[in-house]
């Protein structure tokens, strides 16, 4: 409920005409989180970083991924309701993540993998685990390559941070499906499906009482659909601060307490929502590119980079991490200029594919069903017509 002179996430997100600065200083710190988190297992191995995440550093560390999920699914959301078929939403979505992936994918076997492997090159790139790697293009994730950082605290994983890979191509596959069954068109049923499937996980976890590393994955995908949910219901949810601290007490609370993660599911993508729709000025690097994926994509292979040079200056996190980060900074800047940009500029490719599935669906029969429109506009609010 709110009243008519509320500030909503719809009239926030209006003002700063539907680019808030807040979503790119929150991609790229969350980015950079994701690397901090990651010096604990880089440097002091898998029993020191199960020590940590069974302490007090757990909520806010198992926060990050959750909050960058559900940033997601509200710019998704906004790019899904703004195509005019589920085919520019699918062609945008590989657009974004395959030839980045791919580029990294191949630094990783063919430059990083060759010369820190210790086995012999002829062994290194006749083994089936070189080959089983490339399919990190499709999906299919692969932690390791043949000989790789065997001797690091955190052996054999080049690219561990990819585990979240599937789980985000399941986000899209699932709201391309939900638009198929017209469900995402209608975004009360979308929420229904939501919340149900949030009090599934919960039961799930109580009867489990699971908790250890990080979150799980279907936590990370109904924060990703809760940020769907509050793109389509932005003009009658409000823009609060106090909800916003409470809603951060909350996440933490529930992310401190044994079973109880999937609780913070809700507080975590308003918290997200809120300071993402804050408008501080932008700074010029900032504003240069989006280097969030580049980082992501980076900085693991980067990070177990630096630990196998073996001087111990480089396995103490002060050192590791400047070091990592601002390695991981340049390859994600050249990788956002040099491939992701680049890749991007295929729209125009795309629009005129899904130009001709229009036509073709048009002289089929139903065919209208094969390509539907992802979603339709909703509760407009006086503030934004």
Known sequence: MRSPLATTLGSRLADAKNRPSGF???????????????????????????????????????????????????????????CRTIVSFCGLRVLRLLPALAVDTLIAALLIGPFFTTLSLHQYFTDPEFRAYFLNILGDVHFALPGMFANDPWPDAINQQLWTLPFELACYVALTIASYAGMAQRPHLLLAASIGANVLLVALAHRSGSAGMTVHGPMLVLCFFYGVCAYQFRNRIVWSSWLCVLSGLVAVICLSVRGADYFAALPATYLTVFLGLTQPRRHRFVASGDYSYGIFLYGFPIQQTVAAMHAPAALTWYVHFPISLALTLLFAMISWHGVEKRALKLRGLLDRIETGALHIAAAVPGGRYLVPAPAVRITKSPTLE
Not at 26 to 38: E, K, T, W
């Open 24 to 82: 790119d200083y929150m991609r790229l710190v969350l980015a950079v989180l994701v690397v901090a988190s990651h010096t604990i297992n880089v440097c002091y191995g898998h029993k020191f970083t199960q020590a940590v995440w069974s302490g007090p550093a757990r909520a806010p560390l198992a926060l990050i991924l959750p909050m960058f999920f559900a940033l997601s699914g509200f710019l998704v959301a906004g790019s899904f309701e703004r």
